[in-house]
């Protein structure tokens, strides 16, 4: 459903995207989406970290960081990232336990831990 919107949103602002004037957390947010969506994670991950400044409880954002960390490889950045959006909503264990992207994690025994649905 993010996916959609953010498609939505740029398409109505495709004109002024290149000008867009990033202000919300929603904003960094769906336009880092887009960023990884056109394979640009260094971008993504500069667009997260500015949303998290803006509102360091978000945990969709550390969602999003630990699918970026877990494409990149990156697999203690990926499982810090998924533990915090796992602390601030249990759906993340449902979600993660069924992303391709994670695919890397899931023999790993933290990852387990972490999206055990009890």
């Not at 336009?31 to 260094?42: E, F, I, R, S, W």
């Not at 630990?66 to 990156?74: F, H």
Request: no cysteine; hydrophobic share 40%; net charge neutral.
């Amino acid at each position: 459903i993010d996916r959609a919107r953010v498609y939505i949103e740029l398409s109505k602002n495709r004109e002024k995207k290149d000008r867009m004037a990033l202000k919300t957390v929603d904003d960094y947010y769906f336009y880092a989406v887009y960023k990884v969506n056109q394979g640009d994670h260094d971008a993504a991950i500069k667009l997260l970290e500015k949303a998290l400044d803006q509102k360091a409880d978000e945990g969709r954002i550390q969602y999003l960081l630990a699918d970026i960390y877990a494409v990149q490889g990156k697999i203690e950045e990926a499982l810090e990232a998924l533990k915090k959006a796992v602390q601030k909503d249990k759906q993340y264990r449902i979600l993660a336990q069924n992303e391709v992207d994670f695919e890397p994690l899931w023999e790993d025994k933290r990852f387990k831990a972490l999206t055990r649905v009890a």
